[in-house]
């Protein structure tokens, strides 16, 4: 029963998100829903050339989430952001996950990643809610992205947007 889904990390590649999709749109129908993701890839999404840190079938699949589940996507421009944060409330839960995981297939199956999961009862005033939202708050919101600026490659993880950067 999670109807909030905070998301603040630097990667995110459509591969990740397939393996997370079924959990987004549970809580895309819970009665108050609030899907929110912050990704630090997008921080030049409004350039002329955004970068190669994001191919465009990812850009391709926040958009339908953008779309079709609510999703409310931000990213952090004064810097690049590369934390790692998670955060699931229900009625009777929160769930904070901080480590190292990006969204991508490699990082939830093949990585040799660190996470930690603290769960709490709900609280809009921790530490962690608080964190978020000042970071949100500092953030530009995205209501699209362009997607035909993005490169055409399809990228499983953060490695292959390095290994197309150079």
Known sequence: NINKFWIAVGFVFESGLKLLEKEFEKVARTDKSDIEMII???????????????DRASVAKINTMIKNLGVKVYTYQPEFYHGKFYYLQGDNREYVIIGSSNISSTAFRKNY???????????????????????????KRIIELDENKFMSSYWESEQNAFVHAN
């Open 113 to 139: 990643e660190m996470d930690i999961i603290y769960t709490r009862v709900p609280n809009l005033k921790s530490e962690f809610v608080g964190w978020f939202m000042q970071l949100r708050n500092k953030s």
């Open 40 to 54: 630090g890839s997008l921080q030049h999404f409004d350039c002329k050339n955004p970068g190669s840190k994001i």
